[in-house]
């Protein structure tokens, strides 16, 4: 889940289900620009800039608390994590986090952080009610990609250098499998019946769909786009939809996100957003999606139902992550 | 240690290259799971060659001598493949070896003996050429795959190359394509080349001139720098060197002073002192290079911090290189789950090998040289300027092999 992580996919639900139609939903997206060090807060509805909010240094990852008061935001320069009052837009308190993290995700019922210190080899584990790294799980060079499964007993972290996605049981936090992956694994997702893994390799090129029961990839999904350089795609951002149907995937320097089918896994279509997208929210209705174009400086919104770019808009300088909150 | 299985002893580039094909075949990816099966730990040697050799000097006062330069770099690498062999029962072992000074034919003899004995079969080279050359012509190498992490001399990618013979390290003329691609870019497209007297110092000069014929660049004029070297330290300080450049430079116009100063004996000097205002660039100023501090993209500062907290200074291009080769024996034992030294062999020169080394896309090596190819940064002196290849200067196949020796061009038999 990571940078583009919402609640648990049931609150997730039932926030689309109360909704109006039409996407006139009173959500706010939430992007982090990590040379700004702000969050922006953008409207849905105006699609421009009501907020924006200083943080620590290098702000990417973000996560919001079970009941969205308080967004959790990695600062890896500042080696800690911010936390967001949402509705003063203030950082009220800092919490321990283990060096540099760089992504992280909320237990679905618990209260506790994940974090991955990507400088460090280390997963930290963040007791939020104690406020402190209660425990650290030692993993391959360079983690970064956090998933969690909906019922919340097993996490899944990426190792860039080692290039594994390794299965951690959250109850023992013990690593109970290593799935080998391409080139520099970035972002892990469960889907939202929680059967299967997709995870991103960045260099490789592709994402890898692992089974969540036998560990096991049953789909590497890879991409070709006339007129791009096979090395321009380097996909990072994962959005899965929640019913089952769609997925979308960042393609970094490509300036394009593809949308996939999430049963036969066929390449639908590249949607061409700005330069280097990084991360990708769904709104809570699941009719739109925003990117974060980490060299052009701006936020893309798609329209997914009619399948067409609506609007590019400015968010700040180098936005990498984006989450929404219904 | 664990028996060495199918040492590749005699094997030959067919035999190696039919092992790709078979591996490319079977590298369907299966879970690992170290909690449920204990399988026998596989031990992969790797050997290290280097040789003693006098400490030098750099002519700026930031930079430390160093004395372990490459082997810092090959052992970071033996950590990096072991964090990762953790998880696949795989451990990794660095058997260093250094040749005395000077040209010693009974100690290289002895070294390649000692390495082979201790079942090395897969060995990081940081040799200057000629030793390096020497290395490869021992018997004793044969069986070996030598994985050069420090030559750029462009004969050994070509005229000199061995079909058992691979480079991490960049080539001369990878670093002054890199360098002409960006200045063209730029359309600084006339340059003054100052040379300095050693060999290594015309090779890059040659790379240059070459560079400047691919990409359109004119050198309009050449110089030798012929100046008595000295000490960098002397109470007299910058007054001399102040009134020698602007002298020394002083010719056609130009857009930037390209120099060619391997040994950093004079070109730290020419910055803010030519006699015209232009920048300088190539050995010194802005340096095409494999690897620099100041390069922070693709998450290469976590390679920093690790480098620097285990050698205490920073990482260079040597380093970089002889962290790449063993890095490329670790991804191939990863890759096929395996430590026969003939199969990562084959794997490391086969279609599906893929390494990432935090420049931003995968890196290959070159079937008809051996090559790394490779993005080639352009470093300042105090911040990353740009990484080549540069925008508009295609390839069929991939932008990197627009640095350096493309097929075509390629004068190495072994390879085709």
Known sequence: ?326 | MAAIRGMIRGATARRVLAGALALAACTAVVPVSPARAQPAVQTVPVGYLGQEEAVRTPLTFLRPELRDEGLQGARLGILDNDTTGRFLNQDFELVEAILPRGDDAPGLAAAVEALAAKGVRLLVADLPADRLARLMEHPGAAGMLVLNARATDDALRNERCRANLLHTAPSRRMLADALAQYLVWKRWDRWMLVVGRYPEDQAFAEAVRRAAKRFGARIVEEKSWTFEEGNRRSDSGHTTVQSLVPTATQGAEHHVLVVADERDIFGEYLAYRTWQPRPVAGTQGLVPTGWDRVHEQWGATQLHSRFEKQAGRWMTQRDHAAWLAVRAVGEAATRTRSADPAVLAAHIKGPDFALAAFKGQALSFRPWDGQLRQPILLAGPRMLVSVSPQDGFLHPVSTLDTLGDDAADSRCGAGK
């Open chain 1, 1 to 326: 889940m990571g940078a583009t992580t919402r609640g648990t996919g049931a609150a997730l639900l039932a926030a689309a289900l109360s909704m109006p139609a039409g996407g006139a939903a009173a959500y706010t997206v939430h992007v982090s620009n990590e040379r700004s060090n702000t969050i922006v807060v953008v409207s849905p509805e105006t699609l421009k800039i009501e907020r924006t909010i200083p943080v620590g240094r290098r702000p990417r990852g973000m996560v919001f608390s079970h009941d969205f008061a308080r967004l959790y935001v990695c600062v890896g320069d500042d080696d800690r994590v911010d936390v967001l009052d949402v509705a003063s837009g203030t950082v009220v308190e800092s919490l321990p986090s283990g060096p540099d993290p760089e992504l992280l995700v909320l237990h679905p019922t618990k209260p506790i952080l994940y974090v991955a210190n990507e400088d460090d080899n280390m997963v930290s584990v963040v007791d939020l009610e104690r406020r402190q790294v209660v425990s650290e799980i030692q993993v391959g060079v360079e983690p970064e990609g956090m998933g969690i499964s909906p019922d919340g007993s097993t996490l899944v972290n990426t190792s860039e250098t080692t290039n594994m996605a390794h299965f951690i049981d959250t109850t023992t936090l013990q690593i109970t499998d290593n799935v080998l992956l391409d080139a520099r694994p970035r972002v892990a997702r469960f889907t939202a019946d929680g059967a299967q893994v997709w995870v991103s390799s960045e260099i490789g090129g592709t994402v890898s769909v692992i089974d969540a029961g036998t560990r096991r990839i049953v789909k590497k999904i890879g991409f070709e786009i006339r007129g791009v350089p096979r090395e321009a795609i380097q996909p990072v951002g994962i959005e899965l939809t929640a019913d089952g149907k769609r997925a979308f995937v960042a393609l970094g320097p490509s300036n394009r996100v593809a949308e996939i089918d999430q049963k036969t896994f066929e390449v639908k279509a590249y949607h061409l957003v700005g330069q280097r997208v990084w991360n990708l929210a769904l709104s809570p209705d699941q009719t739109r999606l925003y990117t974060t174009n980490g060299v052009s400086n701006d936020m893309s919104v798609i329209d997914i139902v009619a399948g067409k770019v609506l609007k590019s808009l400015p968010v700040g300088d180098s936005p990498w992550g984006v989450v929404v909150k219904p």
